[in-house]
């Protein structure tokens, strides 16, 4: 059994900076690939960022220079350090791994709240 357990989102005004955290425990062979979802209220899930086991990140073009995604592979965790925000940025985040325990498996977490208003 694998989980995702997420951490950071909050409330933060316009210009804002905030830093998300997902950790996954369990049984785990290989963490091939994490990533940051999103969803506004009425929108479709979209990706944020995702990351590959040797760091390589991939980002949203409304996200690229505003965003930076991290991994530390020794503790099974991704970050999503988040600046300028803007109230578009505004959605549940929702972190996502591709697992491999013995069988390849995408997991989700929980999701947290990012609200960025004045």
């Known amino acids: 059994q694998v989980q995702l357990v997420e951490s950071g989102g909050g409330l933060v005004q316009p210009g804002g900076s905030l830093k998300l955290s997902c950790a996954a425990s369990g049984t785990i062979f290989s963490i091939l690939l994490m990533g940051w979802y999103r969803q506004a209220p009425g929108k479709q899930r979209e990706v944020v960022a995702t990351?590959?086991?040797?760091?390589?990140?991939h980002y949203a073009d409304s996200v690229k220079s505003r965003f930076t995604i991290s991994r530390d592979n020794i503790k099974n965790a991704v970050y999503l350090q988040m600046n300028s925000l803007q109230p578009e940025d505004t959605a549940v985040y929702y972190c996502n791994a591709r697992i491999r325990s013995p069988f390849i498996t995408d997991y989700w977490g929980q999701g947290t709240q990012v609200t960025v208003s004045s």
């Open positions: 990351i590959t086991s040797d760091g390589s990140p």
